[in-house]
C-alpha cells in the first residue's frame, strides 16, 4: 500500500500488527499513527504489512532514506516464516547502513537480527507510563540543543532485550526494563517504549489485554490510574525519533 505525500524523501513503515478496530475508526489505522508522529510535509511514506507477509522489493530498498518497524503481539524470538523473513530484511538494511528505527517488537528484532538476545521479561508485562533514564548519547542526539536525564514514555511489553548485539551501546534504561533503548553506529536505533502512542490507544489495548485475559483486572486498573495522573513526553520522543531518521538540527526540549 502507498501513501500520500510525495516528495524528496521516502521512508516505509514495516507493520508488525493487525490494526485493531478501535485504532481503524478513531486513527484510520496504525499507519496513520506512526506517520503523524514522525511523518513531515513534503515526504512519501510507504506501508509494508510484513505480519501479512508484504515486504519492499530487495532490489528497490535503496530508494528509501529510513525504515521504521512497529510493535506487534507476536514474540520477536518466534519463528514464524514472517518473522524470520524480516530478520533477513533487517540484517540487510543494516548492511547497508540504512536508517532504522525500531519500537517494541521493532526494536527487539533488530536486537535478535544483529546478533543479541531476546525473551520473555522474568518481571512480567510493562503497561503504563516508564520514566526512562538517558545513560549515553548518541550522535544524533547530541544535535539536540538539551539532552534532558529521562523522559516519561509509554510502554505495552511483556518481553524485552536482554543482551544487545555486539557494537551496540545502551542508551536508556528504566527501573524495569535493563535495555529501554539502544543503537548501532548512526543508522540503528531501538526503542522499547511507544513513542508513537497516544494515551486512549494504551486504554484501549490495556482493555483488550483484561478482555482476552492477557492481564489481571487490578493490573489494568493500576496501569490506567497512572496514565490518568501523569503524561508521556511525546513531543521530546517525537523529536527524537525525527532527528535520527532526518538528522535535522538545533532541536530544543524547552
Not at 503523524?36 to 530498498?61: I, K, T
Request: charged share 25%.
Amino acid at each position: 500500500m502507498k501513501l500520500i505525500t510525495t516528495g524528496e524523501r521516502r521512508y516505509a513503515l514495516l507493520l508488525a500488527a493487525t490494526d485493531s478496530e478501535y485504532v481503524k475508526r478513531v486513527y484510520g489505522g496504525y499507519f496513520n499513527v506512526f506517520v503523524a508522529a514522525f511523518g513531515e510535509e513534503g515526504e512519501r511514506w510507504d506501508l509494508f504489512r510484513v505480519v501479512d507477509g508484504e515486504f519492499p522489493d530487495m532490489s528497490e530498498l535503496y530508494k528509501y532514506d529510513g525504515f521504521v518497524i512497529s510493535g506487534s503481539p507476536h514474540d520477536a524470538y518466534g519463528n514464524e516464516h514472517w518473522v524470520l523473513k524480516l530478520c533477513f530484511l533487517l540484517q540487510t538494511l543494516d548492511a547497508m547502513e540504512k536508517k532504522v528505527l525500531g519500537i517494541c517488537f521493532g526494536h527487539q528484532i533488530l536486537c535478535r537480527s544483529l546478533g543479541g538476545k531476546v525473551g520473555k521479561a522474568c518481571s512480567g508485562w510493562d503497561i503504563g507510563l516508564r520514566k526512562v533514564k538517558i545513560v549515553s548519547v548518541p550522535s544524533f542526539m547530541e544535535e539536540l540543543d538539551e539532552i534532558p536525564s529521562s523522559l516519561s514514555i509509554i510502554e505495552c511489553h511483556q518481553d524485552e532485550v536482554f543482551e544487545v548485539p555486539m557494537g551496540a551501546d545502551v542508551i536508556a534504561f528504566s527501573d524495569k526494563t535493563g535495555v529501554e533503548m539502544f543503537s548501532v553506529g548512526h543508522h540503528i536505533l531501538g526503542i522499547q517504549g511507544h513513542p508513537e502512542y497516544t494515551k486512549d490507544i494504551l486504554f484501549n489495548l490495556i482493555d483488550r489485554l483484561l478482555d482476552n485475559n492477557s492481564i489481571q483486572r487490578e493490573f489494568a486498573e493500576n496501569a490506567k490510574i497512572g496514565l490518568e495522573i501523569a503524561e508521556p513526553d511525546r513531543k521530546s520522543w517525537e523529536k527524537i525519533c525525527r532527528n535520527f531518521l532526518k538528522r535535522t538540527h538545533h532541536f530544543s526540549f524547552s
